[in-house]
């Protein structure tokens, strides 16, 4: 089922990035549900990104280029090497600062088991978008779409 929330999250993230005039939730959940989603599942993903929208600790130092993160052995265990090295490369390449990465990772110690890559970009994606929706569209728009050579440009 978890698979199926995050499927159900990356199609909402989608949904808003089109830059509908406005999102009305009935309309969205009438699109999940005809597309095959199940009402307790279509639930499952907005509880969950309802919890990934509530702020993560006070705050953590300001983002520099230079230093060099490394995982403790529980974030290691929480994060595959896939989901461990995206987050660096998106640091390494300035679209995460160290604050987004934090909530990233104390978001993913919050699974009961490790995160893939693609869960871990949905948890970045969705990290960026509640930060600033329109500052990171671009970005966003991109991980979610696993469309590397777009963000270089």
């Known amino acids: 089922m978890r698979e199926r929330v995050l499927a159900i999250v990356s199609f ?19 699109e999940l549900l005809a597309v095959g989603f199940e009402a307790e599942e ?27 993160r490394v995982f403790s052995p529980e974030e290691a265990r929480a994060l595959s090497q896939e989901a461990q090295g995206f987050l660096i490369r998106l640091r ?10 934090e909530e990233v990772i104390d978001r993913a110690l919050q699974a009961d088991e490790e995160l893939s890559l693609k869960e871990i970009q949905a948890i970045t994606a969705l990290s960026l978008f509640t930060r600033s929706q329109y500052r990171w569209h671009r970005e966003i728009d991109c991980i979610l779409e696993d469309d590397w050579p777009r963000i270089y440009h």
Do not use: C, K
């Open 92 to 101: 390494m390449m300035g679209i995460l600062d160290d604050e987004v990465a």
């Open 42 to 68: 279509i639930d499952a993903a907005f509880q969950w990104m309802e919890s990934m929208a509530r702020p993560v600790g006070d705050g953590v130092s300001p983002f520099d280029p230079t230093s060099h």
């Open 12 to 30: 909402i993230a989608q949904y808003v990035l089109e830059e509908r005039q406005s999102v009305n939730e009935t309309d969205l959940v009438e």
